[in-house]
């Protein structure tokens, strides 16, 4: 067996993350406060056009977060696309809300917008309006931005946009993370960029910008003593980490052209391979950042090869792949809630697979992989 293993998605460093560092260490601001939180946070508004980003400690933190600026409390109804990361589904859980799920459709992978409206009009008939959507750009595909916004507004539910694998997507030119009521960003280890661990709120207010950071550092009233009178948080980010933010945005365009070409290398080695699609966006009003590349494979064409025969098989040669985001209807915490739509998301899980996308996959590894998928093959 190779001794390096080949990571699913692996961090990759531009060059000046360290300086902005030094700079946080030189200034002696070693804290939640600081020009690197400036900085990014400038850099993030910059590139997204006319929007206001706060940059907290997670993405979870940025759900949380967004949900209590959207107005859930304790006893409300949110509704979730199923199939997610679980971080997408539990601040709902945080606030003693209720999620309700719902399938994707075939195209996006994301929210179906029947599935939705059917959930929608559901609730309502039992006399509960839901208060927030939760709507995820799976892989950095949109969803169906327009199809999703109509049913929205039709109920007047605000979207809260998961765009946490998304950064460096767009959708006919407009950037991802700009689409809903509130957005977030997820700057963890294994996105397109990273800061170790962090996370980002974007809003289309200052106000409201300035009321998600005065959550995030504990609601401290205006008073010379420690006044409350809210309930606070401790979701800020580090300058530490905003400087490892503030070099990453250097890198952002060039890591979504490395990831593009991970996803070329793989449309060309399944090119011939019956029974293997690999994922590409509807059309050209779609713009992936390619975040991770993901195949579908169809057993009863590969002679009975399944994802999890693949999976096995590279793992055998140490290299990660994973199947998709299981379904959080089909999750052991989740199980029990609601959930509308047929059974798109499940086939998906149980078909797909996420294979080696990160932004410092070598050559060398590139063969590796071509190896072990040409032997299963038999090609
Ligand atoms: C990564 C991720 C999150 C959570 O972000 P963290 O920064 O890890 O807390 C939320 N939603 C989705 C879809 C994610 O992929």
Request: aromatic share 10%; charged share 20%.
């Amino acid at each position: 067996m190779q001794t390096n293993k080949i990571w699913l998605s692996t961090p990759r460093m531009g060059g000046n993350e360290q300086k902005y560092i030094q700079e946080a260490f030189d200034s002696n601001w070693i804290a939640p406060v600081g020009s690197n939180i400036d900085y990014f946070e400038q850099n993030l508004e910059k590139y997204l056009g006319s929007h206001h980003v706060a940059v907290l400690n997670s993405g979870t933190a940025a759900i949380h977060l967004g949900l209590i600026l959207l107005g859930v409390q304790a006893g409300d109804t949110v509704i979730c696309q199923s199939m997610t990361f679980s971080a997408s589904a539990n601040p709902i859980l945080y606030q003693g809300a209720t999620p309700i799920f719902i399938d994707s459709e075939p195209e996006t992978w994301n929210l179906c917008p029947i599935a939705l409206e059917e959930a929608i009009v559901d609730s309502m008939s039992k006399g509960v309006t839901p208060k927030v959507i939760i709507a995820v750009h799976l892989y950095g595909t949109p969803y169906k931005i327009e199809a999703i916004r109509a049913v929205a507004d039709t109920y007047s539910i605000p979207i809260l946009e998961d765009s946490a694998e998304a950064l460096g997507s767009s959708y006919k030119g407009q950037k991802c993370g700009t689409f809903g009521d509130i957005a977030v960003f997820s700057f963890n280890g294994s996105k397109i960029i990273t800061t170790s661990g962090g996370g980002a709120i974007i809003t289309n207010s200052a106000t409201l910008k300035n009321k998600a950071i005065f959550l995030a550092t504990q609601a401290k009233d205006d008073a010379p003593h420690y006044q409350h009178s809210e309930i606070g948080y401790n979701y800020r980010m580090s300058t530490i980490c905003a400087g490892i933010g503030r070099g990453q945005m250097e890198v952002l365009d060039h890591h979504v052209g490395l990831k593009k070409a991970i996803h070329d290398f793989y449309v060309e080695l399944f090119k011939d391979i019956k029974g293997v699609t690999v994922f590409e966006v509807p059309n050209a009003n779609y713009e992936t950042n390619y975040w991770l590349s993901t195949i579908l494979i169809d057993s009863t064409e590969t002679d009975g090869i399944t994802r999890e025969t693949l999976r096995v098989a590279l793992a055998e040669e140490n290299i990660e792949s994973r199947p998709l985001w299981k379904p959080m209807h089909l999750q052991p915490v989740f199980c029990n809630y609601p959930y509308y739509g047929s059974s798109i998301a499940a086939t998906l899980f149980d078909n797909g697979l996420c294979l080696p996308s990160g932004c410092s996959l070598t050559q060398a590894d590139c063969d590796r992989i071509r190896v072990v998928v040409l032997k299963l093959f038999k090609k």
